[in-house]
């Protein structure tokens, strides 16, 4: 065997090296893509979590029983923010949804039981009043819910 032959089947595997290696990398993006994609999952739901919480708060429903003019600007704040974070976290779990990047099952278990709470009047007049894309979008799901808006 001559030695261009021998060179001749080192640069055909070193072809192969260079084939393998970049399936490698592309199985390595996307495990990473994927893991982002969840971490941010995780980031909504902790998000509306935390609204949840804030909303089923004694302090919130207090406010909530009080006409609109007697509240303070700290305490319009306290009685808004909670609603806009379970829109933010609704939101996110939608794009999520829409790009393909969340488990069916997951984002199926969230719209039967989470986004019918988003058609109480004063969540749903304040997702009305959201502008943006995503929020439209967000209004149109909960719109196919049946049941009415309490």
């Known amino acids: 065997m001559e030695f261009s032959h021998l060179a001749d089947i080192g640069e055909f595997l070193g072809g192969i090296g260079v084939i393998a290696s970049l ?16 971490t941010a999952y995780e980031e909504a739901v902790q998000q509306i ?12 429903t207090e406010l909530r029983s009080r006409p609109l003019d007697e509240l303070s600007d700290v305490e319009q704040f306290q009685l808004d ?14 794009n999520l949804k829409q790009r393909g990047h969340i488990d069916t099952k997951i984002m199926e278990n969230v719209e039967k039981n989470y ?36």
């Open 81 to 94: 923010a909670p609603v806009a974070a379970l829109l933010f976290g609704s939101e996110a779990l939608l």
């Open 23 to 38: 399936l490698y990398l592309a199985k390595e993006i996307r495990s990473s893509t994927h893991a982002a994609y969840s």
């Open 115 to 150: 986004f019918p709470m988003l058609k109480t009047e004063f969540i749903y007049s304040a997702l009305q009043d959201r502008p943006g894309p995503l929020s439209q979008d967000l209004l149109k799901e909960v719109d196919k819910i049946g049941g009415q808006k309490t």
């Open 49 to 60: 979590l935390a609204g949840i919480h804030e909303i089923m708060g004694d302090r919130w």
